[in-house]
């Protein structure tokens, strides 16, 4: 790890590594979406047996039941008692954050509103490149079945034998995902988007990928709705000197599993920055050295990292700086591991820089508003005028029109 003094102009590059320069990469997947978009199955045929070697045929690429259900021979019966008890956590979490549908009325009549809809139909992506993100699956369908969502629809890329992890398959299963189908890359999110013979078209997608989903993702939005463009993981820790240096170190290594994580050390203490250097020397990332904590705070917000860890004495005196970041680690037991496993809340969290606008994936975003507008008579007198004036700044003649309409004998 590199050592630096904190200057804005050295952390520049860092402040704005969302930047996303258009290359080959966003051609290919424009490709790809097409030929999805025209061939459906046929094109996802083609591009499972290109990238993961598999050669499926229609029949294949949904999962059925008897292969879901057989799932649970292939992993340890105490997985299946740990998966339950994450789930009544994330559960007990999301179901504390439901909104619900209201309306206020005034003496003249007038109702005003909001009334909250599921969206209908979501489809999850579960990574199973490098690793079969099994916690995938709980943290993206969980928030969706509290929220009322009709039907789950998840894919996965198939491995060389043409299975989906016997584990993704028994979380799917535990929390009734409707259709599970053996696809992946920008060719799924596109059969998502677009709906094929096979896979039904979603009204949202959700979930992490790599460079192919997330641009696949991108190129779709407005198409379909998405929870966000995840880019790779990142780990930010404050600390000082009453902090543990193995803590750090571990939580540090553990970022560094994922491909292309950023984990930043930031600290004012020299002590502890050659402490933890001195054991990941060789490693990427960096430390920053600050004045104080309280321009570490400073730099966090900046960075707007995935995952803040607070790892000082009393880490609740500095949350009150933290404005930008996917989720927030306070003290020492409370690591990125934790968020990412069991804790409640979703793994799903914005990267690059984007926690400064996005949130964590939750409830709400599988839920939509509309806005509720009655008006009597009555009511409608009293504000005739600024209506008038308005419509007619605008000179939207017709819309003056309709106003006057209400008025005419």
Do not use: C
Request: charged letters at 25%.
């Amino acid at each position: 790890m590199k050592i630096i003094r904190f200057t804005n102009k050295k952390l520049e590059k860092i402040y704005n590594r969302g930047y996303i320069k258009r290359n080959r990469l966003s051609e290919r997947v424009q490709e790809i979406i097409e030929d999805v978009r025209v061939l459906g199955d046929e094109a996802l045929i083609k591009y499972t047996k290109k990238f993961d070697k598999v050669k499926l045929s229609t029949r294949l690429l949904a999962v059925p039941k008897i292969e879901i259900s057989g799932a649970y021979q292939n992993i340890s019966p105490d997985v299946v008692s740990s998966l339950k008890t994450i789930i009544e956590n994330i559960n007990r979490f999301y179901r504390k954050t439901i909104r619900k549908s209201w309306k206020i009325k005034d003496e003249d009549g007038v109702i005003l509103g909001e009334k909250y809809t599921p969206i209908e139909k979501v489809g999850v992506y579960i990574p199973a490149g490098t690793a079969p993100l099994v916690s995938t699956v709980y943290m993206t369908v969980l928030p969706a079945k509290i929220a009322g969502v009709k039907k789950i629809v998840l894919i996965s890329p198939p491995d060389k034998n043409g299975f989906i992890n016997p584990h993704i398959l028994v979380v799917a299963d535990l929390l009734k995902v409707d259709e599970v189908y053996r696809v992946g890359g920008a060719q799924g999110i596109a059969a998502l988007a677009y709906g094929t013979k096979t896979i039904p078209r979603v009204d949202k997608i959700v979930g992490p990928g790599n460079l192919y989903v997330s641009e696949a993702k991108r190129q779709l939005y407005g198409q379909v709705g998405i929870d966000m463009i995840a880019g790779p993981t990142e780990l930010v820790i404050i600390a000082n000197r009453h902090s543990d240096p193995k803590f750090i170190v571990a939580d540090l290594r553990a970022q560094e599993e994922h491909a292309k994580g950023l984990v930043i050390l930031i600290t004012n203490s020299k002590t502890l920055a050659k402490e933890v250097k001195s054991q990941l020397d060789g490693n990427n990332g960096f430390i920053v050295l600050t004045k104080n904590l309280t321009q570490a705070v400073e730099i966090a917000n900046k960075i707007a990292p995935e995952h803040l860890e607070i790892m000082v004495n009393n880490p609740s005196r500095l949350l009150k700086g933290i404005k930008n970041a996917g989720a927030i680690f306070l003290g020492p037991y409370s690591f990125a591991a934790v968020g990412d496993y069991v804790a409640g809340p979703s793994h799903v969290l914005p990267t690059q820089g984007t926690a400064r606008f996005f949130s964590g994936l939750s409830v709400f975003d599988f839920v939509k508003s509309s806005h509720i507008v009655s008006y009597t008579k009555k009511a409608l007198v009293k504000i005739k005028e600024p209506l008038e004036k308005i419509a007619s700044i605008e000179g939207l003649n017709k819309h003056l029109d309709s106003v006057e309409a209400r008025f005419r004998s």
